[in-house]
């Protein structure tokens, strides 16, 4: 069976790995021209996540690049700490940069993926053989199945599901994030009500508080315009950190916001990762975009590629699963920039407390780990069997 994938980020390579050692035929479409290099760091935390990173011959080559996990210091204007979240809690128990963990995603599926960079889906056509794929380039293709793994802002839900505005919900919050020159000190986090800048070996980072803004997704300027005028008389480091924004190789910014789909199916269309259940930050998204993709392609494999069989089948196994642990997404914003000085202040006092780590430490946990995954080899050894007796 041939699979087009929309994403090459987490979840696109991760199905393909999988769909390939099951025999599939897999091409990856991403419209940057390249793996895209840039990105904060991503965690994953728990046996769930991490299992299946294992299971996929990941994990050395990963821990390799690791940074290790950053400790997060809240400081006043003059650099004075006022609390802190111990490295293990913000970086779970493997922490990268987006960009490594892309390109190692990308090697792990090798040879039988097909990748199309530079290009996008621009249209779909299905009928009862498979989908019409036209591209943006003007290539046209057939497919057995189409998968959307193109993030919350997914142009393969648009064109199945329905426009964003009806899937996505904006959490209250904006955030942004750019590389700087000195990013190897201590990670550090300034706020004011409703706002928050950060800076340190990830880079700079900023939240900030605000209804839903309309602007230009794809206009670097413009975003960057609202940056300087939310920030503006911040104090601490923001002035230096706007300023190096402005030559920043890498800089991204969007809305904090979740992926409400009641359905990630459709015909031969299915949705995995934020593109189905995205929480911007917060939720464990990464963790579960690796899980979900294991899950979809084990499902088909079982179902020797029916889709009518394996797309209900991964919706009811990974869906509650995927919607708890990305309600972690729900107060992030909240977290990172209180409304209020005395929300600061309660935010400060609490995390102070030995008993409000370790309950942190406890409900990210619980949240990461409450799935059992079915074994999928068996399905792998028998699609393969019925393709060489084909």
């Known amino acids: 069976m041939d699979v087009l994938i929309s994403g090459a980020s987490i979840a696109g390579p991760t199905l393909a790995y999988w769909l390939g050692r099951y025999g599939f035929r897999l091409t990856i479409v991403e419209v940057a021209p390249s793996l895209r290099t840039g990105g904060g760091a991503v965690d994953f935390r728990g046996p769930l996540h991490m299992g299946v990173l294992a299971k996929m011959g990941v994990l050395p080559t990963l821990r390799a690049v690791q940074t290790g996990g950053i400790a997060m210091r809240f400081v006043d204007a003059d650099g004075r700490k006022l609390m802190e979240w111990p490295a293990g809690l913000s970086g779970g128990d493997l922490e990268v940069f987006r960009g490594d963990l892309a390109r190692i995603l990308c090697e792990a599926a090798g040879d039988r993926t097909e990748y199309l960079f530079g290009d996008k889906i621009a249209a779909l056509a299905e009928d009862d053989d498979g989908v019409g794929v036209t591209f943006a380039s003007g290539l046209r293709r057939r497919f057995d199945l189409v998968i959307g793994a193109d993030g919350v802002h997914s142009g393969v839900r648009r064109l199945a599901f329905g426009p964003e505005e009806q899937f996505v919900k904006h959490l209250g919050y904006y955030v942004a994030g750019w590389d700087i020159a000195d990013a190897d000190g201590n990670y550090q986090i300034h706020n004011l009500p409703g706002r928050m800048m950060s800076a340190g070996r990830i880079g700079a980072f900023a939240v900030f508080r605000s209804p839903r803004l309309s602007y230009d997704r794809h206009d670097r300027a413009e975003q960057q315009r609202i940056l300087r005028e939310v920030f503006a008389g911040m104090g601490w480091r923001a002035p230096r950190l706007l300023e190096e924004m402005a030559t920043a190789k890498d800089f991204w910014f969007d809305q904090i916001c979740r992926v409400d789909n009641p359905s990630w199916t459709r015909g031969r269309v299915?949705?995995?990762?934020?593109?189905?259940?995205?929480?911007?930050?917060?939720?464990?998204?990464?963790?579960?975009?690796?899980?979900?993709?294991?899950?979809?392609?084990?499902?088909?494999?079982?179902?020797?590629?029916?889709?009518?069989?394996?797309?209900?089948?991964?919706?009811?196994?990974?869906?509650?699963?995927?919607?708890?642990?990305?309600?972690?997404?729900?107060?992030?914003?909240?977290?990172?920039?209180?409304?209020?000085?005395?929300?600061?202040?309660?935010?400060?006092?609490?995390?102070r407390q030995k008993w409000f780590i370790d309950l942190t430490f406890k409900v990210a946990g619980d949240r990461s780990t409450n799935l059992e995954l079915p074994d999928y080899e068996a399905s792998a050894s028998s699609i393969a069997a019925r393709q060489s007796e084909g």
Request: with cysteine; aromatic share 8%.
């Open 270 to 351: 299915a949705l995995v990762g934020d593109a189905a259940c995205g929480a911007t930050i917060g939720g464990q998204g990464n963790g579960t975009a690796v899980v979900s993709a294991y899950v979809l392609a084990g499902e088909l494999a079982a179902a020797g590629g029916d889709h009518r069989v394996a797309f209900p089948a991964y919706e009811k196994r990974i869906g509650k699963f995927a919607r708890g642990t990305q309600k972690g997404g729900d107060t992030t914003g909240m977290f990172l920039a209180p409304k209020t000085a005395r929300g600061i202040r309660v935010r400060n006092y609490f995390n």
